[in-house]
């Protein structure tokens, strides 16, 4: 059957050279630009290749889609697809865990493409020895996740390695979502003249983390802004006000995923420093370890790009959500440094935020 | 926005004991009894709760599915979403690797429920060390695999685990597919007086994967017998002849794939030992191995459950296909002894085949 069914013209393609790494490294997983490489080295010339079976109404694929969710059409729906896997370590942290971690961050790259989070599946890779009681909060709070944005996990598989071969607990989670008539939100809609908003603080997450992991004990409550940014989106969506791209600031944060908005777009972004929010004990904490917080993770903020002239009611509609705790405007889509992202300072001096080029902080989700 | 939305009444249920497992065993990853319990007394209970929000002419939820895919309605469209982590080892076999594997299995599971895979997501767990060089070939077998069955890897994720905490690549796919109208395959359709039938001579896969792991050199060729069962099951379909239940034969191999059916349909199902096809080189190895050819996993084996006045037009059907290599039909389905799969042997002497019990064989998909 095999051979019968490849179709014509079928070629594996040849990759791009993955830069000098013989070999993958963390920074492989880490959001910037090295992952970013091995995305574009590797897995889009294989996957992104032509479509064999003419897909019913589909405009997925990965090379199309710069996108967390594939979306496509399925009978008279419009779905989204996504997939994460979690490695996060510790398991529990302040503010979450990685089963919360696991339903919500699903669920964000859903409705960072506008769908609607409705059926999960999760995947588990258990480690022998992992205590069943360790397992069954995770899956316990995993439950409540998925209750709580009324998302449904219907479909699961459990593996488990052999001591020592894995770390305790793995979970995949993939999503379906319905991606309402009318909305498109992709980086494709960007245009310059556009505003740049956030939706609060950045860099709570990865900062507890690496408070837990390296036993710091930061001034003041840090906890992980790990949360459903679905309900904020809906809200939005409803709000009828024009969005035309959303972006949760995960891996590498809001540089991160500005840089691969403003590459992808072909504009450029300037930021105004004095504007993005961070916390004083963010703040605090990155002085210390030598870290910039528009690098750090966030598992529960988001970036909206918008059409200027609804700034300031979208600014209103996340004024009023309780996902969005310290809403701003930050910056502007502009026509000049096309796919450079710049921020100003308070003293008017301005920088360049590149994408990150390493790790940062490993097995941050 | 978490205490409002959580629907009213919604409780975490108390999960049932998990035996008298305090920590996680392989054997909950087996495929067995062991593993039943786990989902049984675990994920259940905790994820096949009250749907929060009324889903979309959804029939999905992991309670009410025995089945590897969850099937639900959006738009006009009926869909199946399925999940399979894969941890096999080693990465490459005698007729395959985990990139194949990983597209095959989940594409298989959707089979399983009549769907034609379509899209899949593909989530990778990598260690940091793994050589480029072994990536780059499992990506292209996954590639590969996917263009021959005519589905699409549209959307993906990549992590880094450092050295130690993983095992070279773990690999999760998910699939959505589309269940053509008026297609219901399930094992609640199984009934009194079905016929059993089986595409192919079983534990392939297995003794191929043992065969390279214990260095073992068993006289003929072993290969995997890891293949696509979706355009089997298509032609199944389009030959109109009715389908009651379709299994494929993985973890717990034949034994325990029936013994699963025949728990979830209430019936009893009785086979002939000597009807039930494995090859020479198998049949020595499990001697050698002291394995129950019944119990070893297949990875391009299924189990159709049919009426029996169809069987042999679905035998048929089978021979001309190359997915089927030596279809049999090799039991029936009995009111007596309902939730227990029996062999009679040549001479006449039934034994119960109960379901696999702990590990058999570790790592195995």
């Known amino acids: 059957m095999k051979s019968e069914k490849l179709p014509e013209g079928f ?15 963390l920074a492989h997983g880490g959001g910037g630009r090295v992952m970013q490489g091995l995305i574009e080295g590797l897995f889009l010339p294989a996957f992104g290749g032509p479509s064999p079976r003419p897909s019913p109404g589909g405009k997925g694929g990965l090379a199309a889609i710069p996108h967390d969710s594939a979306v496509f059409e399925a009978g008279g729906a419009r779905l989204a697809l996504t997939t994460d896997s979690f490695v996060v370590s510790p398991l529990f942290f302040p503010g979450g865990d990685i089963g919360k971690l696991a339903v919500y961050g699903t669920a964000n790259d859903l409705a960072m493409a506008g769908a609607t989070p409705v059926w999960l599946s999760a995947g588990f890779i258990l480690e022998e020895g992992l205590s069943m009681d360790v397992l069954r909060r995770v899956v316990e709070s995993m439950a409540g996740a998925a209750a709580e944005i009324g998302a449904r996990i219907v479909t699961g598989d459990t593996k488990v390695v052999d001591r020592g071969k894995g770390d305790g607990i793995f979970i995949n989670t993939a999503g379906v979502g319905l991606v309402p008539a009318g909305v498109e939100i992709s980086p494709a809609r960007v245009r310059p003249g556009d505003a740049v908003l ?22 003041g409550a840090l906890e992980s802004d790990c949360a459903s940014l679905a309900g904020l989106v809906e809200e939005l969506i409803r709000s009828g006000h024009e969005v035309h791209c959303l972006r949760d600031l995960t891996r590498g944060g809001l540089a991160s995923a500005l840089n691969e908005i403003a590459r992808h777009a072909g504009v450029g972004i300037e930021l105004d420093e004095a504007a ?16 910039d917080p528009f690098y750090v993770a966030n598992e529960g903020r988001l970036a909206a790009i918008v059409p200027t002239e609804v700034a300031g009611r979208v600014l209103d509609v996340m004024q009023r959500h309780s996902a969005a705790p310290q809403p701003a405007v930050i910056g502007r889509v502009t026509r000049r440094h096309p796919g450079i992202v710049e921020a100003e300072s308070v003293l008017g001096v301005s920088r360049i935020l590149d994408m990150l080029s390493g790790e940062q902080m490993p097995r941050i989700c």
Chains 1, 2 share one sequence.
């Open 276 to 291: 993005i929010p961070v916390s004083e004990p963010v703040a605090g904490a990155c002085e210390l370890l030598g870290l």
């Open 198 to 219: 956030v939706s609060g603080d950045l860099g709570r997450h990865g900062i507890a983390i690496m408070s837990v992991r390296e036993r710091l004990d930061f001034e």
């Open 11 to 25: 070629t594996l393609h040849c990759p791009v050279p993955l830069g000098d790494h013989s070999t993958v490294q």
